[in-house]
Structure formats: structure tokens, C-alpha cells
């Protein structure tokens, strides 16, 4: 069975930081690519940051410079380290991994910037 379980959400205050991280069991992780996306109220789930098999990154626009992500093979954990947050960085985050045959989901974590 297939579990992806995000952690680390919260509340913070605009300029503040938060690291999430998402722990993947059933999948042979180092085979996924994986991915960060977050959901506003009333929006659409957008992508976020991105990291292929291979390591290579990408990231939307709205976060580049201040989100990263990394992923620990040893773990099975992709984490998203995100500093300076602003207010429309609020949102429910979800963990995706996927490959050109899978593709599954986490069930969410919320993140609120707000002071």
C-alpha cells in the first residue's frame, strides 16, 4: 500500500520559515520524481517545487529564491525548506510522487502566513 504523509505544517507569521516533509512507503522512492503543490482558497492546486529521479530541480515562479527542495533516498522523505513566506503562500501542501505509469498523492498539509 502506497502512503505519502505530510508533516510540518503550521501557522507563521509573514517573513517567517517552515519545512514540510512528506514520508513515502510502498514505492521504491529513488525511482519517483516528486513534487510540491498547494492548493489556496478558492484557486487551483498549482505547482510549487519539483525534483526529478535524477536530483534536477524546478520551481513556480512565486517561490523561486525562497523555497527549496530536497529529497533524502535514505529516508524516503522529500522536504520543501520555505523561508521569507508571504501571506499568498497560504494553502493546503500536497506531496505528489509519480513516474510515467504511477501517480499518487498525500493528503495535504496546512500552512497559514498571517500575522
Known amino acids: 500500500q502506497v502512503q505519502l504523509v505530510e508533516s510540518g505544517g503550521g501557522l507563521v507569521q509573514p517573513g517567517g520559515s517552515l519545512r514540510l516533509s512528506c514520508a513515502a512507503s510502498?514505492?521504491?522512492?529513488?525511482?519517483?520524481?516528486m513534487e510540491w503543490d498547494r492548493q489556496a482558497p478558492g484557486k487551483q492546486r498549482e505547482l510549487v517545487a519539483h525534483?526529478?529521479?535524477?536530483?534536477?530541480?524546478n520551481y513556480a515562479d512565486s517561490v523561486k529564491g525562497r523555497f527549496t527542495i530536497s529529497s533524502d533516498n535514505a529516508k524516503n522523505t522529500v522536504y520543501l525548506q520555505m523561508n521569507n513566506l508571504k501571506p499568498e503562500d497560504t494553502g493546503i501542501y500536497y506531496c505528489?510522487?509519480?513516474?510515467?505509469?504511477?501517480?499518487?498523492w498525500g493528503q495535504g498539509t496546512q500552512v497559514t502566513v498571517s500575522s
Open positions: 510502498g514505492i521504491i522512492f529513488s525511482a519517483y520524481s
Open positions: 525534483i526529478s529521479s535524477g536530483g534536477s530541480t
Open positions: 505528489r510522487a509519480y513516474t510515467n505509469y504511477y501517480n499518487y
